[in-house]
């Protein structure tokens, strides 16, 4: 069973035009969903945490306010260090460097030094080539899971056997009903 969102970019509204930019470049080829972490409607927002189980790759979009974002809101580093095994996070650096990322996140986000940095930039190629490298990551991480089980028989449910079904059925016809009169203790009989 696949994924719902193969790709979740997170970022904030400075990184917008770099979040289009990245979608454009994966295309069609991937079923996308972004999160403006600044229009969710409350702190710590459960579409967030279910985006991220539900994707094989999270892109965190680290422009300069994400930074900031990222070291206010500290319930994202739940959601970001708890990914299911086959959930890749990285990083696209747009306008921030990977020491300042890594300074601001060091602390608080336990495993953000295993997050894989690209640099988004004005060279297209490069640009094109992060993103190729990103969807690897969601064709590698999509293949590592184990392979869907058919369910296990039953041992003590018995195999179905074959009956004829008879195409009219008899019931027993009643002929008399027998019942007691509240005011007698005498019985009558009644026919149908």
């Known amino acids: 069973m696949s994924k719902e969102n193969e790709v979740v970019i997170i970022h904030v509204p400075d990184a917008e035009p770099w979040c289009k930019y990245i979608s454009e470049l994966m295309g069609k ?7 403006d972490l600044d229009q969710q409607e409350y702190e710590n927002p459960p579409e967030v945490a279910m985006a991220i189980q539900e994707a094989y790759l ?10 900031t974002y990222m ?3 500290l319930w994202l580093s739940n959601s970001l260090c708890n ?5 890749t996070v990285v990083v696209a650096l747009c306008f921030v460097d990977s020491e300042r990322f890594e300074s601001t996140v060091r602390d608080t ?3 953000a030094h295993t997050w894989k940095h690209y640099v988004i930039g004005k060279d ?10 990103m969807l690897d990551i969601v064709d590698k991480n999509e293949k590592s899971r184990p392979p869907k089980r058919p ?7 018995k195999e179905a056997k074959p009956c004829v079904i008879p195409s009219s059925v008899h019931a027993v016809r009643l002929t008399h009903l027998i019942y007691i009169s509240s005011n007698s203790a005498h019985s009558n009989k009644r026919r149908v």
């Open 109 to 111: 986000y336990k495993t």
């Open 151 to 157: 369910p296990k028989a039953n041992k003590k449910t």
């Open 124 to 133: 297209q190629t490069v640009n094109i080539s992060s993103v190729a490298d």
């Open 83 to 87: 990914v299911p095994e086959d959930t």
């Open 71 to 73: 070291a206010d809101k």
């Open 29 to 35: 080829r991937v079923r996308i969903k972004t999160l």
């Open 58 to 67: 999270v892109v965190i979009l680290a422009s300069p306010d994400m930074l």
